[in-house]
């Protein structure tokens, strides 16, 4: 009985063994990447990189122009996670900028500051903020102008869910040592 037991359990010990090691050595490299989920960029630092995180980016375009005219950025923080939003230097910064989803009531958010890149609100990204983006519905900016005119400004909410699913799977496979090493 022995002399059969021993030999199958270093077969089968073999044979772990090599499923392990050809899995990491055929594993993709430890690399940061980007993918995009229909209108969303979802933009991920090297597994290994355990303190860095994932960030979910839409950039509005003004297809009559041809530019950007916002730029909408999810983002992870220690204490959750912020909805960061960039427009064009040209608002009345006391108005703040509204947000709207379908027929919903519009929600004013203060501008933090202006940098190089436009003016910038932050806006607490919880639960119910991230759930509103999932449906497939429509979803816009209201910017007050320097003209005292509002400007809405559409954003697509396409591929925001798959987006997030994306990044909540990759947050599990950073925090695991094992999904690491496994392609």
Same mark, same amino acid.
């Given at each position: ?121 932050? +806006?607490? $990204?919880?639960?119910?903020? *991230? @759930?509103? %983006?999932?449906?497939?519905? #429509? &979803? ?9 005119? +509002?400007? $809405?400004?559409?954003?697509? *909410? @396409?591929? %925001?869910?798959?987006?997030? #699913? &994306? ?11 094992? $999904?690491?090493?496994?392609?």
């Amino acid at each position: 009985m022995n002399r059969i037991a021993v030999p199958l359990a270093l077969l089968i010990l073999g044979l772990i063994a090599g499923w392990i090691g050809h899995a990491v050595l055929a594993a993709p490299p430890d690399v940061a990447t980007v993918a995009l989920y229909d209108d969303w960029r979802l933009g991920c630092p090297k597994l290994s990189d355990t303190k860095a995180s994932c960030t979910l980016v839409q950039d509005i375009i003004d297809n009559k122009i041809g530019r950007e005219i916002a730029h909408l950025s999810v983002v992870d923080l220690k204490d959750g996670r912020d909805l960061v939003i960039t427009v064009p230097y040209d608002v009345q910064l006391p108005a703040g900028i509204g947000m709207q989803f379908g027929k919903e009531k519009v929600k004013v958010y203060p501008y933090k500051t202006c940098d190089m890149n436009g003016c910038i609100a932050v +806006v607490k $990204a919880d639960d119910a903020l *991230l @759930k509103s %983006f999932k449906p497939q519905r #429509d &979803a816009r900016l209201l910017v007050a102008q320097l003209d005292n005119k +509002v400007a $809405a400004l559409p954003f697509s *909410l @396409k591929g %925001f869910a798959r987006a997030e #699913d &994306a990044h909540a799977s990759f947050k599990a496979k950073q925090k695991s040592w094992l $999904a690491r090493i496994m392609p």
